[in-house]
């Protein structure tokens, strides 16, 4: 399946597979992932959705004994090769994972907490920095004149757009969303989508979802994976009204998952 | 008719069941009730025991000349208990000096940075440490880092110490000290969210930044109860110590000079003694300071873990 009208690809993965001691978790995944798109990975739970992820920004090193083939390109570079600099690389793939994880500290410290450990000092520019994160979340006009608090004061809703802002402020070019808004009510979830739509023209986003609604709402571009092999992929208007595999048309009419 | 006679059958076996459940329960939390009022008792009855039997020695003496002269001659009637309070200070604070440090950089190790195959085969070691009797902890401190101290360490200072002194008691009681130290600082840094590293280390950290930066700082209240757990203990500790410290009755001025710290007074004395019922009362007042000493010390940590928590929360 081609992505002529999906733009340049950001990422390519090219016959990758994975396993965890020795359980095949993903099986030659071979899909382009559009630039400056919403990339929206579905498919029943413990598909293999959230190992694609994590092996995006190698989060996956983290589970012992796994093991993988093939290669992950990022702007035509490796990054499974063994002298990638998994540092540089998560600061380049920024993620938000499934519920809010503040790190125990002030919203403003969770901010610049990226940024100082990359470097930057200036007094003047973390402030600036942290100005403009929470203002990309639309999270500054409610805690501008409480930043010194602990983050863990924030409402869910809050704290997840506060990682978002967290992982804005390292200026990543990709945005990974695992299952980002499961654990917030409705509206939360909503303010988070709507971000992410006006974020996709500054970054590249994959989100990874069970909720059908949720993707038909955000997607560009869709991945179905099942039992650990991708089935479909394509732009979302095509794979959503027009799958081509019995297994897509199933899942997508409910009949699984 | 049947029907509903067996129906109030079962409807009544049903309930005496669920009295029956209901009664244990209240039984098992009554019951249980009892060993944990007998076990705060017992903290009020050792109070009382020791402050009825320094009775008097307190009626002889001023409580403050007690504490606060050095001079100690019971044969002579003089009773300053100052070096053994000192020495019991000096010897606690340098095993945590020692085993503190240790103690975290073992248990961040374990938790962060050890393979499990590596930290199963190590934790073991840790737990059989905590077991060994404190006399053969005695043993190995007269056998080893009493002679070390006295050929190498005090020369190499430039000062002459046969070697039994604080230095070599502070070591000892640190070996003593840190398989607490270690696992309940470990439990600790494993209940830091795992959600909590993965955020740091999404953001581009590396282990180390992360440890400094996110898991000590969340850990840092539980290091300090297990500090504060760790010093109780250490202020009490009688044998090993008692071994190794020299056991005179001098204020120290040096890590090399002796001491004599208050567990080992009264082990040293008690028994012996009996004869003479105001050195048997000196020595139930020794107790009762030991006792007040680790009581002001839990209430002061407890004060400040609690300040400590209310600034992390």
């Not at chain 1, 630039?35 to 092996?55: F, M, R, Y």
């Not at chain 1, 125990?104 to 100082?116: A, Q, T």
């Not at chain 2, 060993?35 to 009626?59: R, Y």
Request: hydrophobic share 45%; aromatic share 8%.
């Amino acid at each position: 399946m081609s992505s002529d009208n999906s733009g340049p690809a950001k990422i390519r993965v090219n016959n990758f597979f994975f396993s965890i001691e020795s359980n095949e978790i993903l099986k030659d995944i071979n899909v382009e992932i559009p630039k400056n798109q919403i990339t929206v990975i579905i498919g029943p739970s413990g598909c293999g959705k959230s190992t694609l992820l994590k092996s995006i920004n190698r989060m996956n090193d983290l589970i012992e004994n796994i093991s993988f083939e093939g290669e992950i390109l990022i702007d035509d570079k490796n990054i499974l090769s063994r002298d990638t600099d998994v540092t540089e690389l998560r600061k380049n793939v920024g993620m938000i994972a499934q519920s809010p994880n503040p790190l125990p500290m002030s919203i403003y410290d969770n901010v610049v907490y990226g940024p100082k450990i990359h470097g930057t000092r200036d007094k003047v520019a973390l402030n600036r920095i942290v100005e403009d994160a929470l203002k990309k979340v639309g999270l500054w006009e409610e805690v501008k004149d409480r930043l010194k608090d602990p983050a863990t004061k924030l409402s869910l809703g809050q704290q997840q757009r506060l990682c978002l802002a967290r992982t804005l402020a390292i200026e990543p070019e990709i945005i990974l969303c695992d299952e980002t808004t499961s654990a917030l009510d409705p509206i939360s979830a909503k303010h988070i989508e709507t971000e992410l739509i006006s974020l996709k023209e500054d970054y590249t986003i994959l989100f990874v979802t069970h909720i059908l609604r949720q993707a038909k709402r955000i997607a560009d571009y869709v991945i179905f994976i099942y039992l650990g092999e991708i089935i479909e992929h394509g732009p979302a208007r095509e794979v959503f009204n027009n799958p081509k595999d019995e297994r897509t048309k199933a899942y997508l009419e409910g009949v699984f998952g | 008719m049947n029907f509903n006679r067996s129906r109030v059958l079962k409807n009544n076996l049903i309930s005496s069941k669920r009295n029956r459940r209901e009664i244990t329960d209240k039984i098992a939390g009554k019951f249980m009730l009892i060993p944990a009022i007998l076990i705060s008792i017992l903290l009020f009855a050792i109070f009382a025991l020791l402050l009825l039997h320094s009775e008097q020695i307190l009626s002889l003496y001023p409580i403050t000349d007690l504490i606060f002269s050095s001079s100690w001659k019971p044969l002579a009637g003089d009773f300053g208990f100052y070096p053994f309070i000192m020495g019991t200070i000096w010897v606690t604070s340098l095993a945590m000096i020692f085993s503190i440090p240790i103690s975290i950089f073992t248990a961040v190790y374990l938790s962060e940075y050890a393979h499990p195959k590596l930290r199963k085969i190590i934790q073991p070691f840790i737990d059989l440490l905590a077991g060994i009797p404190s006399v053969v902890f005695g043993l190995f401190g007269v056998l080893l880092i009493v002679p070390l101290i006295r050929d190498y360490l005090a020369p190499m200072a430039g000062v002459t110490s046969s070697g039994y002194s604080i230095l070599a008691g502070g070591f000892v009681l640190s070996i003593m000290v840190f398989p607490i130290l270690i696992s309940i600082t470990y439990e600790v840094l494993r209940t830091v969210p795992v959600e909590m590293r993965e955020a740091s280390l999404t953001l581009g950290a590396n282990q180390w930044e992360t440890i400094k930066k996110v898991v000590l700082k969340k850990a840092y209240p539980g290091i300090i109860a297990a500090i504060i757990l760790g010093f109780s203990r250490a202020f009490g500790e009688t044998m090993a110590v008692l071994m190794v410290v020299g056991n005179v009755a001098k204020v120290p001025t040096s890590v090399f000079d002796p001491a004599y710290p208050i567990p080992a007074l009264i082990a040293n004395n008690y028994g012996e003694m009996m004869s003479i019922p105001i050195y048997d009362s000196a020595l139930m007042f020794a107790a009762l300071i030991l006792f007040v000493m680790v009581v002001i010390f839990n209430i002061i940590s407890k004060y400040v873990l609690i300040k400590i928590k209310r600034r992390v929360a």
